[in-house]
């Protein structure tokens, strides 16, 4: 299995909203990652995951926050977004942190209304 | 600090025409250099990737690079373009000491039947 999921495909929600992506793999990989992409723009690294400890914070507002609850799954919690933060996010996984060898999933997309 | 430039913005080429994407780095010792493909509303796949050796990689989709050091350069070039090729390629440099990747602001590519 080569492949990392993410849950939901598609999220609308408003600002006052509280909400999760999810992301899975079964590659026994030990680090994670999250991304956001914007429109016509390339990946910016978010957070980093290694053995379930977060590692890296790219000084990520806190209306987002990370999870990793085991090794195979990365959570992001949602609270009081803004319009700004729609965007694809990413997920990704590695063999262990660093790499540069990262496998991605198909992303959620998110609306903020 | 390390960047990439991917100079063209957006390319068309013709079904069964041979393909040539450029992309630039900027770095002091010899980078880990990436190529990923990301499909419309998709994650990003990782087409191939140069660590050592051999300048020349080859990778999937009958996709292959060159890195040129006294050019800076690590252009993706497939001998004939399928319609399915059609997408957003991103180059992407990873310094030997960070845990980050750098991508380029991506090539568009357009296939014309």
């Known amino acids: 299995d080569t492949e990392v999921t993410q849950t939901p495909k598609h999220l609308v929600m408003g600002m006052t909203n509280k909400k999760s992506l999810k992301c899975e793999q079964h590659?026994?990989?030990?680090?994670m990652y999250w991304y956001k992409q914007k429109a016509k723009k390339p990946p910016e690294l978010m957070f980093v995951?290694?053995?379930?400890?977060?590692?890296i914070n790219e000084s990520v507002p806190s209306r987002f926050s990370p999870e990793c609850p085991n090794s195979s799954l990365l959570n992001l919690h949602l609270h009081a977004l803004q319009p700004e933060d729609s965007a694809l996010y990413l997920c990704?996984?590695?063999?262990?942190?660093?790499?540069?060898?990262?496998?991605f999933g198909p992303g959620t997309r998110l609306t903020v209304t | 600090a390390q960047s990439v430039t991917q100079p063209d913005i957006h390319i068309t080429v013709s079904e069964g025409a041979s393909l040539e994407l450029r992309c630039n780095y900027s770095?002091?010792?010899?980078?880990?250099l990436f190529w990923y493909v990301q499909s419309p509303g998709q994650g990003l796949q990782l087409l191939l990737k140069?660590?050592?050796?051999?300048?020349l990689v080859q990778g999937i989709k009958g996709f292959e690079a060159e890195f040129k050091r006294s050019q800076s350069s690590f252009n993706l070039r497939k001998p004939s373009v399928h319609w399915s090729d059609a997408a957003e390629y991103f180059c992407?440099?990873?310094?030997?000491?960070?845990?980050?990747?750098?991508f380029g602001k991506g090539t568009l590519l357009t296939v014309n039947p």
């Open positions: 990704a996984s590695s063999q262990r942190w660093p790499s540069y060898e990262q496998y």
């Open positions: 590659m026994g990989h030990r680090a």
């Open positions: 995951y290694s053995y379930e400890k977060l590692s």
């Open positions: 770095y002091g010792a010899t980078p880990y």
């Open positions: 140069y660590f050592s050796g051999d300048t």
């Open positions: 992407a440099v990873g310094e030997g000491s960070n845990y980050k990747l750098t």
